[in-house]
């Protein structure tokens, strides 16, 4: 059973709509990612936060907004979403003990569709 | 720069042959680590494994093994008698802790479909 959870595991949106996505981790970790994965491709790296604070940021549009509310929840704000935005976007904790060494553990993902 | 290879995209197999995936890396690092994640058609990335470049020892669990070698800068994956539910995506990724983050290199995948 996944320890991280993601809510909803779908969602269609038009591109006026503001939605968002929630996950929630439950083993204590102190970093959080997103990740936006297309069909047939790797996981690309949105967003991390370590201990609530966004960390890094891969030059993400800002119709994406992140936010940590704390260290066990993160959510993805989304507004004005272009149907290239459809993918699937997965959340990912890790322990952060501050070496690079950690474990991602990754939740179910929310399946995207912007008509 | 830190890349990971995986050849093969797309491989078949009957039930109950073996099959293996191949993952070569690239890094000047001489620490890093290396992991295996399964993504079965659900789209939940499954941890596998991880492996330091400290360790070489090979590792079994269950009908899963993996060949680690520094030499070729290698580590595959093999699934001895496979099962249908072993259909997915696995990747292998790269992580380099001197890079001060916990940033994953993903190879690009192999559809592993197991025909029952």
């Known amino acids: 059973d996944t320890e991280v959870t993601q809510t909803p595991k779908h969602l269609v949106m038009g591109m006026t709509n503001k939605k968002s996505l929630k996950c929630e981790q439950h083993?204590?970790?102190?970093?959080m990612y997103w990740y936006k994965q297309k069909a047939k491709k790797p996981p690309e790296l949105m967003f991390v936060?370590?201990?609530?604070?966004?960390?890094i940021n891969e030059s993400v549009p800002s119709r994406f907004s992140p936010e940590c509310p704390n260290s066990s929840l993160l959510n993805l704000h989304l507004h004005a979403l272009q149907p290239e935005d459809s993918a699937l976007y997965l959340c990912?904790?890790?322990?952060?003990?501050?070496?690079?060494?950690?474990?991602?553990?990754f939740g179910p993902g929310t399946r995207l569709t912007v008509l | 720069a830190q890349k990971v290879t995986q050849a093969q995209t797309e491989i078949s197999v009957v039930e109950k042959e073996d099959v293996t995936l191949d993952c070569v890396y690239e890094?000047?690092?001489?620490?890093?680590?290396l992991f295996w994640y399964k993504q079965p058609p659900s789209g939940e990335l499954v941890f596998l494994i991880r492996?330091?470049?400290?360790?070489?020892q090979n590792e079994i669990s269950g009908r899963y093994s993996w060949n680690f070698q520094k030499s070729t800068s290698s580590f595959n994956f093999t699934i001895t008698a496979s099962q249908v539910v072993d259909s997915a995506v696995y990747f292998c990724?790269?992580?380099?802790?001197?890079?001060?983050?916990?940033?994953?290199?993903f190879g690009k995948g192999n559809q592993v479909v197991v025909i029952p």
């Open positions: 492996r330091n470049s400290f360790d070489e």
């Open positions: 990912a904790s890790s322990q952060d003990l501050g070496l690079g060494t950690d474990t991602q553990y």
């Open positions: 890094t000047r690092d001489t620490t890093y680590y």
């Open positions: 083993m204590g970790h102190r970093a």
């Open positions: 936060y370590s201990y609530e604070k966004l960390s």
């Open positions: 990724a790269l992580s380099v802790p001197s890079r001060g983050n916990n940033r994953l290199a």
